[in-house]
Each structure stands twice: as C-alpha cells, then as structure tokens.
C-alpha cells in the first residue's frame, strides 16, 4: 500500500502542475469576463488534487520511508541535506502552495466584482505553481533526486 501512495504521490505532481497552468491561463485571459461554473469546477479539480497530495504527504512525512519515525537517531536534520529537504522544505513550500490554492479557489465566494476574482485567482496559484516547482525533488536535483514519473 506505502507503494501505491508514493505512486500516486508522485503522479499527483503532474496532475496539479497541469490544473494550475490552466486555471492560471483561464484567469489571466478572461480578465475581463464573468466568473463561471467551468472556471469554478476546474478549481474544484486543482483542489481535490491538491488536498489529496497532502493527505498523502502527511501520512508520509510521519510514517513513510524518509518520513519521522525513521530518521536514524542522532541525525542532525537541519544540516543533513536530503532530511532537511523531506522533513522541512518538501512539506512546508508544498504546503504553503496548497494553502494559496485553497485561498485562490475560495475567491470564487467572495462578494466582489467577477474580474477581481480572476485576477486575485490568477495571481495566488501563479505563487503556488512557483512554490510547487521550487519544492519538487527534480530529477536534476542533487541529494534528493526522485523520479519523474511514478516507479521509474
Ligand atoms: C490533510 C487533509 C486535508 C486537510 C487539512 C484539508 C483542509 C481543507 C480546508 C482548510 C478547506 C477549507 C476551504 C474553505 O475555507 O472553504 C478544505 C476544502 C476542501 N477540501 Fe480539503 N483537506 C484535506 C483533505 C482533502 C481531501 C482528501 C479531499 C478530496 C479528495 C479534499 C477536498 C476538498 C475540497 C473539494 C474542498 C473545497 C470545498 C469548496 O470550497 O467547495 N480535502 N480542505
Ligand atoms: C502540491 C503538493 C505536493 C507535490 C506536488 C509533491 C510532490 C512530490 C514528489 C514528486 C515526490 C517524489 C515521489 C517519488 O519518489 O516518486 C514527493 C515525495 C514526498 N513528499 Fe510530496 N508533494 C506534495 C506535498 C507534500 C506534502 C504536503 C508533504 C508532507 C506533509 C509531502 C511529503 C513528501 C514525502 C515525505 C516524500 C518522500 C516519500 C518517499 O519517497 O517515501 N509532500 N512529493
């Protein structure tokens, strides 16, 4: 089962990154046109995605593999580069991202004018998307390489 979840862990990534270029794409070109239920459905989409992806990290970042419960005893965290990056980085850039794309989803909610929904939408998952690439352990990543694709 810890297999299948890092899969879909892992798979979840292009999931998310595909659904933030749209929905950043959508926003930004309908500036200036009603918010509809296809831009609130496709929000939808990213956020299921998203809060599944952390529903998995969580349980990862405790239980898993590289998570707490097996960090040997006595390691420095904070100086070791590949547990700062599983323990810290990976989970608190990530979930920052998730916490703006959960802001810029509730946009839709809100009582203000429809382009003032796109535009804040546009801009919180543009930071997230950012802090979602900063925070994924690429393959060209030195240290914490992982592979692009689930189980390669
Ligand atoms: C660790 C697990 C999770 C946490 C901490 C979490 C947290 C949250 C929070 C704080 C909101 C607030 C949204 C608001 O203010 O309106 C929210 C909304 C939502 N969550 Fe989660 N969530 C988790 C897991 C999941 C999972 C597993 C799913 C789906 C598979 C999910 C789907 C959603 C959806 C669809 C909404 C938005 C509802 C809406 O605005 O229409 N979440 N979640
Ligand atoms: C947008 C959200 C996230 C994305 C796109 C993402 C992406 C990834 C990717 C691509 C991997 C490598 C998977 C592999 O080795 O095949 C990974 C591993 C991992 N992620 Fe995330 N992640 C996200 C959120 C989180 C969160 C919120 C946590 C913790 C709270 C977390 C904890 C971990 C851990 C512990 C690993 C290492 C698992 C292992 O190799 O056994 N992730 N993540």
């Given at each position: 089962m810890e297999t299948g979840l890092l899969h879909l862990h892992n798979l979840l990534r292009w999931v998310i990154i595909i659904l933030l270029l749209v929905n950043i794409f959508r926003h930004f070109s309908a500036a200036n046109k009603p918010y509809t239920a296809g831009d609130k459905k496709l929000g939808l989409f990213l956020m299921i995605a998203a809060h599944t992806t952390l529903l998995i990290g969580l349980y990862q970042v405790i239980?898993?593999?590289?998570?707490w419960v097996h960090v040997?005893?006595?390691?420095p965290i904070m100086k070791d580069k590949f547990w700062r990056f599983f323990l810290i980085e990976h989970p608190v850039g990530m979930l920052i991202a998730i916490v703006l794309i959960t802001i810029g989803k509730g946009?839709?909610?809100?009582?203000?004018?429809d382009a003032a929904k796109h535009k804040k939408a546009a801009i919180l998952f543009t930071i997230a998307f950012i802090f979602i690439l900063a925070s994924v352990p690429w393959p060209?990543?030195?240290?914490?390489a992982r592979p692009l694709f689930p189980g390669m």
């Amino acid at each position: 089962m810890e297999t299948g979840l890092l899969h879909l862990h892992n798979l979840l990534r292009w999931v998310i990154i595909i659904l933030l270029l749209v929905n950043i794409f959508r926003h930004f070109s309908a500036a200036n046109k009603p918010y509809t239920a296809g831009d609130k459905k496709l929000g939808l989409f990213l956020m299921i995605a998203a809060h599944t992806t952390l529903l998995i990290g969580l349980y990862q970042v405790i239980f898993g593999r590289f998570g707490w419960v097996h960090v040997p005893e006595g390691t420095p965290i904070m100086k070791d580069k590949f547990w700062r990056f599983f323990l810290i980085e990976h989970p608190v850039g990530m979930l920052i991202a998730i916490v703006l794309i959960t802001i810029g989803k509730g946009v839709a909610k809100k009582s203000i004018p429809d382009a003032a929904k796109h535009k804040k939408a546009a801009i919180l998952f543009t930071i997230a998307f950012i802090f979602i690439l900063a925070s994924v352990p690429w393959p060209f990543r030195e240290g914490i390489a992982r592979p692009l694709f689930p189980g390669m």
